[in-house]
């Protein structure tokens, strides 16, 4: 019985001394990181009225955590950051005038399948640039998504980007049903080229049902759109080509363009997302450690119309990915070790005091100790050097 009260529940864990340290240190690194970019950071609660998600599009049942409160209204634990955010920009900053950038280091809470960088508690730090729907708005974003995961201390990844807008004008073109435009999406989602192949065989105009079963294999370079551009007559998807080359032209200037590739079935949410999309990925995980993109209508549902781009980066998944580098080591160690004889306490505690105050990380014995003491308690204690008064 008492074994099973000393467990945590599915999907959650412990952070240990070392870790904790190392996470800490991470996630100030990409906070600096932000605001020298321009961005400010903001905070929301934990959880909020489950109707504001759902309004948003953000409550799906399947993945969201809520509960009852005491006036019978449910709320809901955040599952992302950008509707809680939304919501603030809306309420709150009504009469900031200008775009607005704002950043967060936060936990948020979903139902995931329980297996390696999929929790049910996770913590994510991101930004979202609101009133700013030109193309220098993306590219900024991408940029600094690049920036920020090197600040957390990665350097091996790749930005693989797509556009909406590209698959909603083949979508078009292709005059499906709902039902076969679901299908479609999941297919994309799962990456099933046998599927969408075969289901591609209802669209009656050649050109296009072949660029539709080619879709899982459209990836490349900008090389690759500005051709794909010569093929297509939907103005969507050219209009699409051409933001996405405008993009990258202002990723070449901030110096990101070798970290980004384009991949045209890139979906995250297909309703949500309403133009450029990317996502991360690490070659030490087999899922995405960072992803965003812009997403002009949700303000629109909160009665405040504006465009809107941002990402979020997975914390633990970066740790994760670091780890498996062999660059997250995640145990502490101090600078220093003050012991001291018999009688010597508060001139030891002037010494580490001094110690302290001229930057050094210190531990304290405390009670006396023999040199040979100290210097085992030193090793103990994961210290660097000793510091013996006598």
Not at 34 to 46: K, R
Request: aromatic fraction near 8%.
């Amino acid at each position: 019985m008492t074994t099973n009260l000393l467990q945590i529940p599915n999907g959650t864990k412990d952070i240990l001394p070392g870790e904790a340290r190392m996470k800490r240190e991470m996630e100030a690194r990409i906070a600096d990181n932000f605001v020298a970019w321009g961005y400010d950071e903001a905070m929301t609660p934990t959880f909020e009225y489950a109707d504001t998600f759902e309004l948003s599009g953000a409550g799906a049942a399947s993945e969201s955590i809520k509960f009852l409160g005491r006036d019978n209204r449910t709320f809901m634990m955040r599952s992302e950051m950008t509707t809680p955010l939304a919501r603030m920009v809306v309420t709150r900053m009504r009469n900031d005038k200008g775009s607005k950038r704002l950043f967060y280091i936060a936990n948020v809470f979903r139902h995931e399948e329980n297996q390696a960088g999929r929790s049910n508690e996770f913590c994510q730090a991101g930004v979202e640039h609101f009133g700013d729907g030109s193309p220098e708005a993306d590219a900024e974003v991408l940029a600094l998504a690049v920036s920020s995961v090197k600040a957390a201390g990665l350097d091996h990844f790749v930005i693989s980007v797509g556009h909406s807008g590209f698959l909603a004008g083949l979508i078009d073109d292709a005059e499906l049903s709902q039902a076969q435009r679901e299908r479609m999406k999941q297919m994309i989602l799962t990456h099933n080229s046998v599927a969408l192949e075969k289901a591609a065989e209802v669209i009656s105009y050649e050109p296009l049902r072949k660029v539709v079963q080619q879709l899982l294999y459209l990836q490349g370079g900008p090389e690759m759109l500005r051709n794909l551009k010569k093929r297509m007559t939907n103005p969507k998807c050219i209009d699409a080509l051409d933001n996405l080359l405008a993009i990258y032209d202002m990723c070449e200037s901030y110096d990101v363009a070798d970290y980004i590739t384009f991949d045209l079935s890139l979906i995250r949410n297909f309703d949500y997302y309403t133009g450029m999309v990317f996502e991360a990925y690490s070659p030490q995980i087999g899922f995405n450690i960072c992803g965003g993109g812009r997403y002009d209508h949700m303000m629109e549902k909160f009665g405040n119309p504006m465009p809107a781009t941002g990402f979020a980066m997975g914390i633990d998944r970066i740790i994760l990915s670091m780890r498996r580098e062999g660059a997250f080591k995640g145990r502490s160690s101090w600078d220093m070790f003050v012991a001291w004889e018999k009688g010597k306490e508060k001139a030891a505690i002037r010494k580490a005091m001094e110690l302290r105050h001229s930057g050094k990380t210190v531990r304290t014995a405390t009670s006396p100790m023999t040199p040979e003491q100290a210097a085992r308690a030193c090793g103990d204690n994961h210290c660097e050097a000793l510091v013996y008064v006598r």
